[in-house]
T-cell receptor, first 115, second 118 residues
Framework: KNQVEQSPQSLIILEGKNCTLQCNYTVSPFSNLRWYKQDTGRGPVSLTIMTFSENTKSNGRYTATLDADTKQSSLHITASQLSDSASYICVVSGGITSGTYKYIFGTGTRLKVLA | EAGVAQSPRYKIIEKRQSVAFWCNPISGHATLYWYQQILGQGPKLLIQFQNNGVVDDSQLPKDRFSAERLKGVDSTLKIQPAKLEDSAVYLC????????????????FGPGTRLTVT
């Protein structure tokens, strides 16, 4: 079954600290993996996208890694800011059904950054 | 460029009533998606349009949900009759490329419509 699991479910850190969010997937075939940031009351916004051949992608203070062999990805946030408080969703594209790729969403990690 | 527009932003209805949501995608985007996001969960795809044709509606509860995308531009999602478990945020997204290309097309999401069914 094609699934995307994220951990932890929620996380509280102090401003300025680093943190790492995890994403494990069992999607086959695999096309690409995205990390989204979803602020409260808003739609998700893409942070990074990685294909099978990429193992690191950065976007400012956000760095995503991908290990296609172990089917794991992580999102590292450096020097966290209050504005990083949001849900972070891992989305894998793959799992062809009827000739169409699917977007398979994780349940997200809810991050709260405290001053 | 203007983003994905959705309306209304909030809606409160009683169970068994009907409700409709509207979405206007980014201009030129051929692919449009409707998602249901229950509190604390990731979005679940309800239906995907490519222009005005349905590509995937396998998770759409067709006994009560319907969607259309006339003229391949804006779209409406309707629930009739609503149930308590339909309380969720309904997200619309669009992309210039669909999933046929391996899902590399960037999805742009609207702000969502928060539905509360009492």
């Amino acid at each position: 079954k094609n699934q995307v699991e994220q951990s932890p479910q929620s996380l509280i850190i102090l401003e300025g600290k680093n943190c790492t969010l995890q994403c494990n997937y069992t999607v086959s075939p695999f096309s690409n993996l995205r990390w989204y940031k979803q602020d409260t009351g808003r739609g998700p916004v893409s942070l990074t996208i990685m294909t099978f051949s990429e193992n690191t992608k950065s976007n400012g203070r956000y760095t995503a890694t991908l290990d296609a062999d172990t089917k794991q990805s992580s999102l590292h946030i450096t020097a966290s800011q209050l504005s990083d408080s949001a849900s972070y969703i891992c989305v894998v594209s793959g799992g062809i059904t009827s000739g169409t790729y699917k977007y398979i969403f994780g349940t997200g990690t809810r991050l709260k950054v405290l001053a | 460029e203007a983003g994905v527009a959705q309306s209304p932003r909030y809606k409160i209805i009683e169970k068994r009533q009907s409700v409709a949501f509207w979405c206007n995608p980014i201009s030129g985007h051929a692919t449009l998606y409707w998602y249901q996001q229950i509190l604390g969960q990731g979005p679940k795809l309800l239906i995907q349009f490519q222009n005005n044709g349905v590509v995937d509606d396998s998770q759409l509860p067709k006994d009560r949900f319907s969607a259309e995308r006339l003229k391949g531009v804006d779209s409406t999602l309707k629930i009739q009759p609503a149930k308590l478990e339909d309380s969720a945020v309904y997200l619309c997204a669009s992309s210039s490329r669909g999933l046929a290309g391996g899902g590399l097309g960037e999805q742009y999401f609207g702000p969502g419509t928060r539905l509360t069914v009492t």
